[in-house]
């Protein structure tokens, strides 16, 4: 064989060898930044974690990528508060100690919510539900003690989530909170927040705010708690959207009608899903089976995301941080909801912690 010929086989080889070790390599390209950095100037990245997540190669993508870190389910009260005289620090005790050992933000999530709250929180000792006397003193003390714990390092806290109904006949949603204590229930949470921590930013988080009636009503509960001089100070939008919705037209009108009421806002919950947008939990279909991550949904992907950040970076006088609900399309909530089992691939990073097409479709701007 010619030199020529080894030279081209020592080539190829060594190509191969290169490209392998880059692809094992969760950074973005030598030289770049992670996300964080790309957007230094505008908010701060954020991404919705599991302690297990901290122990695997998960870890280092978070560190380079974002500086924000939510607990995706560890500070929760059916997590965190399981029994009335138990309370189980130990997730997001290390997911803290993770923010802290790294220099990231923390956000906590949530005080209140009607969904993963503990059968307990609503009984007495013989079963029956409990007064609003009761409830609230039990709220109080789950608040005060929570919030006390993470003094300093989480910065916000979602304090009341998706206490509003889809409904259009109805202001607040129907849930246990509601039915036994009245609406008394939200701005008590944000007292007793501040109370606990005056320095944590308090925010009223929900989903679906492109929805211009459910829009109005969030506009309506802020706009009554502020008039009362309740300690809120952000709206967050949780941002679980797809590749048919919002449009450009949505998303810039949510943000006209939330930014004149002077609080901060936040994307706190971030996914783009592959699948039109269905808002109930569904049973699969035979089609379902079909669908898949094509080059032509990529592309609608990788528009959607533009589309966003776009606006995100129009509107960040008032958009103070962006967070991502989980790390890479490894695994995401969406893989279950609405339809339980089928992939989805919400993120901006593959399965082997790689950046998607989408990912620089959001940094090169
Ligand atoms: C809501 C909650 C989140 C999470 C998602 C689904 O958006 O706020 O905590 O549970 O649903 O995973």
């Not at 929180?121 to 003690?145: C, M, P, W, Y």
């Not at 609406?183 to 009223?204: G, M, N, T, V």
């Amino acid at each position: 064989m010619k030199y020529t010929s080894y030279a081209v086989i020592a080539l190829i080889v060594l190509g191969s060898v290169c490209c392998f070790a880059y692809r094992r390599h969760p950074a973005v390209a030598p030289g770049t930044g992670g996300l964080k950095d790309y957007y230094k100037n505008y908010f701060p990245i954020g991404v919705a974690v599991s302690a297990h997540a901290l122990q695997t190669d998960e870890a280092g993508l978070l560190i380079s990528q974002f500086n924000s870190l939510t607990p995706e389910n560890a500070m929760k009260m059916g997590v965190i508060h399981p029994g009335e005289q138990w309370y189980n620090w130990k997730e997001a005790d290390s997911i803290a100690a993770f923010a802290r050992r790294n220099g990231m933000k923390l956000r906590g999530h949530t005080l209140v919510w009607h969904r993963q709250a503990p059968g307990w929180i609503f009984k007495d000792a013989n079963g029956q539900q409990v007064s609003k006397e009761v409830l609230l003193q039990r709220l109080k003390e789950h608040i005060t003690t929570v919030v006390k714990r993470y003094k300093g390092t989480v910065y916000a806290w979602d304090v009341v989530n998706e206490a509003i109904s889809d409904d259009p006949r109805e202001f607040c949603r129907s849930s246990l909170w509601y039915r036994i204590c009245g609406e008394e229930f939200i701005e008590k949470a944000f007292q007793w927040a501040h109370e606990a921590d005056p320095d944590a930013l308090l925010f009223y988080n929900d989903y679906n705010e492109i929805n211009p009636v459910k829009r109005k009503k969030i506009i309506k509960l802020l706009n009554g708690l502020v008039s009362k001089g309740i300690p809120v100070h952000g709206i967050g939008l949780q941002g679980h959207w797809a590749i048919n919705e919002p449009s450009r037209e949505q998303l810039e009108n949510t943000f006209k009608d939330f930014i004149p009421l002077g609080l901060k806002l936040q994307i706190t919950e971030f996914d783009v899903s592959v699948y039109p947008k269905e808002h109930e939990m569904r049973t699969r279909q035979a089609g379902d089976s079909a669908a898949v991550f094509t080059p032509a949904v990529e592309q609608q992907q990788i528009e959607q995301f533009s589309m966003c950040f776009e606006i995100f970076r129009k509107y960040s006088s008032a958009l103070t941080g962006v967070t991502f609900w989980n790390i890479s399309d490894r695994h995401s909530w969406l893989d279950n909801f609405p339809v339980r089992g089928r992939k989805d691939y919400p993120l901006l990073f593959d399965k082997d912690l790689q950046p998607k097409k989408a990912f620089w479709s959001v940094v090169r701007f």
